[in-house]
């Protein structure tokens, strides 16, 4: 995943641009609604509330396809 990089005047790091649900939701290929539903039932990514709108972390999402990941893949070994 690129994420665009806003720079941080405090520590001169750069930082991470926060994704919209539309951008999470075109970056994982589902509708918004998905993400809405994942999101009530504690299933996505973190998000995190920016006045009345969500967003979400470059690093959060990654982890969270991790774990997805890892969790299938426990699935798959404990199928065989």
Do not use: C
Request: aromatic share 8%; proline share 6%; hydrophobic share 40%.
């Amino acid at each position: 995943m690129t994420a665009k990089m806003i720079p941080n005047d405090a520590s001169r790091e750069p930082r991470e641009a926060l994704l919209s649900v539309a951008e999470l939701a075109a970056f994982l290929g589902v509708p918004v609604a998905t993400i809405y539903r994942w999101r009530h039932q504690r299933r996505g990514p973190i998000g995190y509330r920016v006045g009345r709108h969500v967003r979400y972390r470059p690093r959060d999402i990654e982890r969270w396809l991790q774990a997805q990941r890892d969790a299938d893949g426990n699935l798959e070994t404990n199928a065989t």
